[in-house]
């Protein structure tokens, strides 16, 4: 999909001063769709950035625990 393909499904709404105040996706079109997602996710990442990381070692022995 080409950049200007995905802009004419991706759409500002204006106020009355022509000021943008949200955005319009049109979802129905796959490529847009997977864009969102991308930016929930990026969104999500963003959110937990801050979060205390933990060892993957520990991660495994925790899950591995937990089936047993």
């Known amino acids: 999909m080409t950049l200007t393909t995905l802009k004419k499904n991706i759409s500002f709404l204006t106020d009355a001063n022509?000021?943008?105040v949200a955005v319009?996706?049109?979802?129905?079109n796959k490529?847009?769709?997977e864009l969102?997602?991308?930016l929930l996710d990026t969104l999500e990442v963003?959110?937990?950035?801050?979060?205390p990381r933990r060892n993957f070692d520990d991660i495994k022995k925790e899950?591995?625990?937990?089936r047993n």
């Open 18 to 20: 022509g000021q943008k």
């Open 24 to 28: 319009q996706f049109d979802l129905r």
């Open 31 to 33: 490529q847009v769709q």
């Open 36 to 38: 969102f997602e991308d």
């Open 46 to 51: 963003l959110e937990r950035q801050n979060e």
């Open 63 to 66: 899950i591995l625990a937990e």
